[in-house]
């Protein structure tokens, strides 16, 4: 019964935290496309499944390097959702949740004590630098670079050296 208990805590503090940063963030969820959105649907177009490929060479016109949180992020959002840039935050909304959840993890995996690693996550999760990432559909890489350099730290403490590379490759290659 004890074990139901903690597993229920858990699921609530899961729901609750969703919920929290639902609202918190929500005006940015409905945030159409600006900006650097309309360069990377010009890079992606004419773009066909067969020469993703294409996709990881650098753009002249460009001063970053981000085809996992750009250039593939668009290809394949639009491929699925086209205009509606509603799916477009939610996917980006969820990576950032799966941060915090990851982040909450950590901390218990070293020993923190259940509030401990509930503050963490939440002070990460609802932090107030994450408005633009989440609004802004260009700045995925704060989002995405982010989770899987955190995804990099949790296996590195795991003791699992091919995770880790693996997953700081692909930090690398979301955000620069």
């Known amino acids: 019964p004890g074990c139901k208990i903690i597993m229920r805590k858990k ?3 899961i729901i609750l935290f969703f919920i929290g940063t639902f609202i918190f963030f929500s005006q940015g969820l ?23 490929p294409k996709l990881l060479v650098p753009v002249a016109d460009s001063v970053w390097y981000r085809p996992l949180s750009a250039q593939y992020f668009f290809y394949f959002s639009k491929l ?3 205009l509606n840039p509603l799916p477009y935050h939610i996917f980006i909304y969820l990576t950032h949740i799966g941060s915090s959840l990851i982040i909450y993890k950590i901390l218990r995996n070293q020993n923190q004590s259940q509030m401990t690693a509930s503050f963490g996550a939440t002070l ?13 559909l260009s700045t995925y890489s704060f989002v995405l670079g ?9 296996f590195y403490l ?7 590379f693996s997953f700081f490759i692909l930090a690398v290659a979301a955000s620069e």
């Open 11 to 13: 699921l609530i503090y």
């Open 158 to 164: 795991m003791k699992k050296p091919i995770s880790t």
């Open 146 to 154: 982010p989770f899987f350099l955190i995804l990099s730290l949790y």
């Open 124 to 136: 990460y999760g609802f932090h107030q630098i994450h408005t633009i990432s989440l609004a802004w």
């Open 80 to 82: 699925l959702f086209g």
């Open 30 to 52: 409905f945030t159409y496309f600006v900006q650097d959105d309309f360069f990377y649907f010009k890079l992606i177009s004419g773009v066909k499944l067969l020469n993703l």
